[in-house]
Structures are given as structure tokens and as C-alpha cells.
């Protein structure tokens, strides 16, 4: 059974980090492109940070460029979004997909920076 699951979200005051986990099973996962997206309210969804397979190759969008940080860990099948420099405009429910062969996505987690 293949399952995706985010955590790590929360309420963050602006300037803050915070760092979100994406653990999956069920399949090989190592061999997954590993994205994050994000969606805010009334907005669409953006990928904001992806991470290949074979060398851990990372790209960013703009918004989050030196900002955020993907990284994985393939014998504990997770990934990671380090996230500092919170911005308000930052508080959206965040996403974990996994791509390769068929498309797996988390159900989300709730990100929320505000003072």
C-alpha cells in the first residue's frame, strides 16, 4: 500500500524556520523524484523545491531561493523542507510528491506564519 504522509507544520512567527518531513512507503523510493508544492488560500498549487533521484540534484522557484532547502534521505525513505526566513506570504498547506513511473502526492500539512 502506497502512502505519502507530511508533518513538521505549524504556527511560526515571521523570520522563523521550520522543517517538514515527507515519509513514504510502499514503493521504491529511492528511485522517486521527491518535489514539495504549496498551496495557499484562493491560489493555485506551485511546486517550490524538487530533488532527483540518482544524484540529489535540488531546484528551486524563486520565491523560496535561499530560503528553503530540500534534502533526502533514501535509507529512511524522507524527505526533507528546511525552512527559514518565514514570510507570511509563506502560510500555505504544504504538499510531498513523488514522481517517476506514477505520480504519489501526501494529503498536505498546514503552514501558518503570522505574529
Known amino acids: 500500500q502506497v502512502q505519502v504522509e507530511e508533518s513538521g507544520g505549524g504556527l511560526v512567527q515571521p523570520g522563523g524556520s521550520l522543517t517538514l518531513s515527507c515519509v513514504a512507503s510502499?514503493?521504491?523510493?529511492?528511485?522517486?523524484?521527491m518535489s514539495w508544492y504549496r498551496q495557499a488560500p484562493g491560489k493555485e498549487r506551485e511546486q517550490i523545491a524538487v530533488i532527483s533521484s540518482a544524484f540529489g540534484s535540488t531546484a528551486y522557484a524563486d520565491s523560496v531561493k535561499g530560503r528553503f532547502t530540500i534534502s533526502r534521505d533514501n535509507s529512511k525513505n524522507t524527505v526533507y523542507l528546511q525552512m527559514n526566513s518565514l514570510k507570511p506570504d509563506d502560510t500555505a498547506v504544504y504538499y510531498c510528491?513523488?514522481?517517476?513511473?506514477?505520480?504519489?502526492w501526501g494529503k498536505g500539512t498546514l503552514v501558518t506564519v503570522s505574529s
Open positions: 510502499g514503493f521504491s523510493f529511492r528511485d522517486y523524484t
Open positions: 510528491k513523488a514522481d517517476w513511473l506514477t505520480q504519489h
